[in-house]
């Protein structure tokens, strides 16, 4: 039995396309969540804001 040679993959460096792919979709994935959280608060700031309007709730603390 002769000794086999064994294939090593070639390392090459970082793909500068594949870098910047990834870059772009994770910082469009982290926006998104962002925008999707800022427009929670924002509709719960409008609806407490609605209901102060209305009368339904107040901010003053009753006296008892």
Same mark, same amino acid.
């Given at each position: 039995?002769?000794? *086999? %040679?064994?294939? +090593?993959?070639?390392?090459?460096?970082?793909?500068?396309? @594949?870098? =910047?792919?990834?870059? !772009?979709? =994770?910082?469009? !994935?982290?926006?998104?969540?962002? @925008?999707? +959280? +800022?427009?929670?608060? &924002? %509709? @719960?700031? %409008? !609806?407490?804001?609605?209901? =102060?309007? @209305? *009368?339904?709730?107040? #901010? #003053? #603390?009753?006296? &008892?």
């Amino acid at each position: 039995m002769g000794g *086999g %040679r064994v294939a +090593h993959p070639v390392l090459k460096g970082p793909s500068v396309v @594949k870098e =910047l792919v990834i870059g !772009a979709v =994770l910082g469009l !994935a982290a926006g998104g969540l962002w @925008k999707m +959280h +800022h427009w929670n608060e &924002q %509709r @719960k700031t %409008r !609806a407490f804001y609605d209901l =102060l309007e @209305k *009368g339904e709730i107040s #901010v #003053v #603390v009753e006296e &008892q």
